[in-house]
């Protein structure tokens, strides 16, 4: 017998899509675990278990609120959606459609990210994007371009048939926590793990070797295994021969890049860098996984193709046990990319310089007229805002003043704007900018589906209602377009999924019935009796004529480099008890007790240059502000780094706002700095 008291839904935190069920009961709610789940088993992580924290908080937002000179006051939602609608129009009538930015939400469903663009596209912007441009932009075109398709390409739990696991630029250990049970279980089975980080991380710790390279080397490291391995001849030449195009450019590239040369770079000894390529390349199964400690960098494109180009020469793509494993940061920021929510793509990977794919769209969206060419990304918006290009901005579920990188001044540009509309379930910082501010309804409080980082599509259903009047984002968005004459029709959330199935091809064959069955379904899944894809490039690849494109690729440094003004370099990451800007977490009464401040961990012997002791309150400074935290003094990194935790707001005051020229991804993991004890203190 079904017990209707529990309704199955899906973390909202990680990009894991890891499953529970939420408990009703007369005298409240609570969790209980879904062991049967594919992904998790069961187990949740700390964030995960705290996660119906939030959903009573005081804080939540209940009513539409418009900015007056006296504060806040409260409105109809009539009044609140009739406003957006005008200030959308009168801003397209005084300047143009690129006067408008939309920002939408790796936190919101994929029907309503789908919506969220098209109707800012519809209206004839190209200025959409979302915070994936600040998690893993850099997979998109790298991936695209050498295997066709931009996502993780086995499951989660299928590393549990690895042999050797590489991990680079990953903590997963803390940012994901259930990873880390399926690489214990190949652990467990003899698998080699080698972690690439530069810092000791709980991660480094389960490792049976650790490169503790230099900040942003990874290229040049990756090169240098792949020195290894085509002076030794491991490469898999029956793969490459059939399967690639682009190997004698690579095999050429990489000779300058000897283990000796290598290791003056990164810091790594020759010896754990030929150790190293050859546990990879001898290995019959091996995975490589990476996160933003690859992605977040201003050559972080080139980092992920490093990577690609590593798994393609080894031929460990393509079949069990292998595979690269992009670990992505929020809860849908795969659905959000799938749905077209990024400057430079259109639904279902679609280049916005594609002039067939425009027309198709405007075919299926019966559309006179849908822009073409990248527009502002989520990094450039504030700029154009600070230079008058852009005059409206349109927020949904993104706290962008704290997101951004060097955020002070994100947030002066961002005063320059006209009018500012956010969709939030809390008051942001972001939200406090804005002129209106419209309530919304949280995961659990609403129908729709989320995809994965494995690229699992899992509906959750509505398990509570929303508080006061606050609305899902979906009813938003249809409410504004029709005020707008767009023409959107939908009943629910199931019709808007059934045309991404006809828009992004990898979709057409999920329904909300498939998406409900436990687990979901993993895409691609072109046809309704399809089974879905967990393992992708079985046979060939998604790129032209099947074959992946090998991309050599070259090492630059980073582009802060320490000086006598500034003599150490600060890096940023996350830890196991909160997420993102920190809006969600740091209502969690259970886990700010364990994690209520932001903090700097420092090497002792930058602690005894600089007087620091364990617990002091200190004051870190970079070319672009100051943000005090309190010093943990700690061996996790070497002499001369830092690192502080990008969950609480000071932390991206400091951020580096140097981008990688391809995917415009700010480098959020290097920047020159320097540390005192607070004076007065």
């Given at each position: ?190 698998a080699y793990v080698i972690v690439a980080d530069p810092r000791l991380t709980p991660t480094a710790w389960l490792a049976d070797v650790h490169l503790q390279i230099n900040l942003g080397t990874d290229v040049a490291l990756l090169n240098g295994m792949m020195n290894v391995i085509v002076e030794e001849g491991l490469q898999d030449r029956k793969f490459i021969d059939e399967r690639t195009v682009g190997f004698e450019d690579l095999a050429e590239k990489v000779l300058e ?106 075919e299926v969206w019966s559309a006179d007229f849908l822009p073409v060419g990248m527009g502002m990304t989520a990094e450039t918006m504030p700029v154009a805002a600070g230079d008058g290009d852009l005059r409206f901005l349109y927020v949904m579920g993104e706290d962008v003043v704290n997101s951004d990188s060097s955020s002070s001044r994100g947030r002066k540009e961002l005063e320059n704007l006209d009018f500012m509309v956010v969709q939030e379930i809390f008051m942001t ?75 992004v091809p990898s979709y057409a064959g999920i329904s909300r019935e498939r998406a409900e069955a436990r687990g979901g379904v993993i895409w691609p899944c072109p046809r309704p009796n399809h089974p879905g894809t967990p393992i992708l490039h079985q046979e060939e690849f998604s790129a032209p004529a099947g074959r992946a494109r090998i991309v050599s690729v070259d090492y630059h440094p980073p582009a802060e480099e320490s000086s006598l003004d500034y003599p150490l370099l ?112």
């Amino acid at each position: 017998m079904v017990d209707e008291s529990l309704v199955p839904t899906v973390c909202p935190y990680c990009a894991l899509g890891c499953g529970f069920y939420i408990k009703l009961k007369e005298d409240g709610r609570r969790i209980e675990y879904m062991l049967d789940h594919p992904t998790n088993e069961g187990a949740l992580c700390s964030k995960g278990n705290a996660a119906l924290e939030i959903l009573d908080h005081p804080d939540r937002l209940r009513h539409p609120l418009r900015r007056t000179e006296n504060g806040w006051v409260r409105v109809s939602w009539e009044e609140a959606l009739a406003e957006v609608a005008e200030e959308i129009k009168k801003t397209v009538r005084d300047h143009s459609p690129d006067a408008l930015g939309f920002l939408g939400s790796a936190k919101c469903t994929n029907e309503e990210n789908y919506l969220f663009q098209k109707m800012a596209r519809m209206l004839g912007s190209r200025n959409v994007d979302s915070c994936a441009r600040r998690c893993h932009s850099p997979t998109i075109p790298a991936l695209n371009r050498a295997f066709g398709s931009a996502c993780m390409t086995n499951p989660i739990s299928d590393l549990a048939n690895s042999e050797c696991l590489f991990v680079i630029g990953s903590n997963f250990a803390e940012n994901h926590p259930i990873v880390a049970r399926w690489v214990l279980r190949a652990k467990d089975r003899g698998a080699y793990v080698i972690v690439a980080d530069p810092r000791l991380t709980p991660t480094a710790w389960l490792a049976d070797v650790h490169l503790q390279i230099n900040l942003g080397t990874d290229v040049a490291l990756l090169n240098g295994m792949m020195n290894v391995i085509v002076e030794e001849g491991l490469q898999d030449r029956k793969f490459i021969d059939e399967r690639t195009v682009g190997f004698e450019d690579l095999a050429e590239k990489v000779l300058e890049y000897t283990p000796e040369t290598v290791s003056e770079i990164t810091g790594v000894s020759p010896g754990a860098i030929v150790g190293a390529a050859r546990a990879y390349a001898q290995s019959s199964k091996s995975a490589i996984l990476y996160s933003m400690g690859i992605t977040q960098h201003s050559h972080g494109t080139n980092n992920v193709a490093a990577c690609a180009d590593l798994a393609l020469i080894c031929g460990q793509l393509g079949r069990t046990g292998a595979g690269l494993y992009p670990l992505r940061g929020q809860n849908n920021v795969q659905g959000a990319c799938d749905m077209g929510v990024l400057a430079d793509f259109y639904p279902g990977s679609r280049s916005v310089n594609d002039i067939d794919a425009v027309h198709f769209l405007e075919e299926v969206w019966s559309a006179d007229f849908l822009p073409v060419g990248m527009g502002m990304t989520a990094e450039t918006m504030p700029v154009a805002a600070g230079d008058g290009d852009l005059r409206f901005l349109y927020v949904m579920g993104e706290d962008v003043v704290n997101s951004d990188s060097s955020s002070s001044r994100g947030r002066k540009e961002l005063e320059n704007l006209d009018f500012m509309v956010v969709q939030e379930i809390f008051m942001t910082d972001t939200a406090d900018m804005a002129d209106l501010v419209l309530p919304a309804a949280a995961w659990a409080e609403k129908d729709g589906s989320f995809t994965s980082s494995e690229r699992r599509v899992q509906w959750v259903s509505r398990a509570i209602d929303p508080p006061g009047e606050a609305r899902s984002d979906l009813w938003t968005i249809l409410e504004v377009a029709k005020r707008l004459g767009l023409g959107f029709d939908y009943a629910g959330p199931e019709e808007v999924l059934a045309e991404i199935g006809r828009v992004v091809p990898s979709y057409a064959g999920i329904s909300r019935e498939r998406a409900e069955a436990r687990g979901g379904v993993i895409w691609p899944c072109p046809r309704p009796n399809h089974p879905g894809t967990p393992i992708l490039h079985q046979e060939e690849f998604s790129a032209p004529a099947g074959r992946a494109r090998i991309v050599s690729v070259d090492y630059h440094p980073p582009a802060e480099e320490s000086s006598l003004d500034y003599p150490l370099l600060l890096t940023t990451g996350r830890v196991a008890l909160h997420y993102n800007a920190g809006s969600m977490t740091r209502r969690s009464f259970s886990l700010m007790r364990r994690a209520p401040e932001l903090f700097v961990e420092v090497n002792p012997d930058d602690a005894d240059r600089w007087s620091i002791i364990d617990g002091d309150l200190v004051e870190v400074n970079t070319r672009r502000g100051r943000a005090w935290a309190r010093a943990r003094v700690t061996t996790r990194q070497e002499r001369g780094v830092l690192f502080m935790p990008f969950h609480f707001p000071d932390t991206n005051r400091l951020t580096s706002d140097v981008i990688d020229p391809e995917s415009r991804i700010p480098e959020f993991k290097v920047a020159a700095c320097r540390i005192g004890k607070m004076k007065g203190v």
